[in-house]
Every structure is written in C-alpha cells, then in structure tokens.
C-alpha cells in the first residue's frame, strides 16, 4: 500500500481575490477624494458676484431693505427695567424660645428609704411618704419593686 503525501493548501490563492477587492475599492475611494477636492478649489477659487460687481441674476432673492420708522415720542421718560439681580436667601437665625417638655408628673409611695441618682437628679426617699416624680421616675422605682400602692 502506497501512502501518498498530501499536497500544501496554497492559502495565496484564497488571500489573492480578496487583495484585489481591497484594491480596488480604495481605487474607488481615491476617484471620489480627488473629486472632492476639485469641487472646493473650484468653489474657493470663484469670486462672488458681490465682488464683481455684477448684477445678481433675475432667479436670485435678494433681501430688501427694512422699512424705517421715526419715533416721535420722548425716549428720555422711557426707563428700561434692568434686570433684578438674583439675591441670596437672607438666612436668619430664630432662638428656640420653646423650653423642653417636662415629663408628666406622677404621685408615688415608697416601701422602705431609699437614697438614688436617676437620669441625673438625686431623690431621697423616706418610707411611707408620697412624691410627685416624673413618668420615667416611678417606672425604674416600680422596676426595683420600691413602690407601695396609693
């Protein structure tokens, strides 16, 4: 059995037409550049009719000059207003006049004396007797199982 070797692929043959495609379209591309830039020259290079001084063709629009109108009032009693300048929010400082709520007052008895700081107030409590304190007061006394029935 013969083994036949495999004859290289020539890539060069599938790269080729597209080469000459490529070619091709910049032959193109270079064709309209170059027209192009025969139009501009041409348009820069043409004097205007303006500075010819010839007169403007009959399909040409020219703009007719605007009417003009005297003003016969006094131009003196006429004010413009200027425009008002953007101001700056006047900030103004108020005091807070509002004193901070007291807690509501309650009455309470103590079971036994009993000496105590609560939120930075010192109570001095005797036995039996009855106070008025703050809500906050009589709920840590009630906590602490110091408070006596009224």
């Known amino acids: 059995m013969a083994i036949k070797k495999k004859q290289p692929v020539s890539k060069k043959n599938e790269v080729t037409p597209k080469v000459e495609e490529v070619k091709e379209e910049v032959l193109v591309i270079d064709e309209v550049v170059e027209e192009v830039e025969d139009e501009l020259t041409e348009a820069i290079n043409t004097p205007l009719l303006s500075d010819t001084g010839d ?46 709520l007291e807690p509501k007052k309650v009455r309470v008895r103590l079971k036994a004396n009993h000496k105590c700081n609560i939120g930075g107030e010192w109570y001095n409590f005797i036995k039996g007797g009855v106070y008025s304190v703050p809500d906050n007061v009589r709920e840590i006394l009630s906590r602490a199982d110091l408070l006596l029935p009224l």
């Not at 007169?55 to 003196?76: G, K």
């Open 55 to 100: 007169e403007f063709p009959d399909d040409t629009l020219v703009a007719e000059e605007p009417e003009t109108v005297e003003v016969t009032e006094e131009v003196d009693d006429f004010v413009a207003e200027e425009p008002a300048e953007e101001a700056e929010p006047e900030v103004v400082l108020v005091e807070n006049t509002n004193k901070p």
